[in-house]
């Protein structure tokens, strides 16, 4: 069992960007798929971005070009770049992590606006 703590979020001016964290405990994530869902107040969780553990990476079309998914496997960290926000992107953000089974982090909020 993988423990996450997401952090990172905050307040940010449209066009601002943040970086998100996500610290993994209990066992080491090489092995694991990850990724990064956002829940808007009023609305079902999405996916947002994929790491395989090979790397591959995979968008939501609404963030393409504009985010990044990464990982530091010595770290146990996930992070995911957000550049050019909007105050769409304004939800609260939750790390997943997938072997055998399914782990979620608490989520970390994060407002954009002016």
């Known amino acids: 069992q993988v423990q996450l703590v997401e952090s990172g979020g905050g307040l940010v001016q449209p066009g601002g960007s943040l970086r998100l964290s996500c610290a993994a405990s209990?066992?080491?994530?090489?092995?694991?798929?990850m990724a990064w869902y956002r829940q808007a107040p009023g609305k079902e969780r999405e996916l947002v971005a994929t790491?395989?553990?090979?790397?591959?990476?995979n968008y939501a079309d609404s963030v393409k070009g504009r985010f990044t998914i990464s990982r530091d496997s010595a770290k146990n960290t996930l992070f995911l770049q957000m550049n050019s926000l909007q105050p769409e992107d304004t939800a609260v953000y939750y790390c997943?992590?997938?072997?055998?089974?399914?782990?979620w982090g608490q989520g970390t909020q994060v407002t954009v606006s002016s």
């Open positions: 790491i395989t553990r090979g790397g591959t990476t």
């Open positions: 997943y992590a997938r072997r055998f089974q399914i782990s």
């Open positions: 209990g066992s080491s994530f090489t092995n694991y798929v």
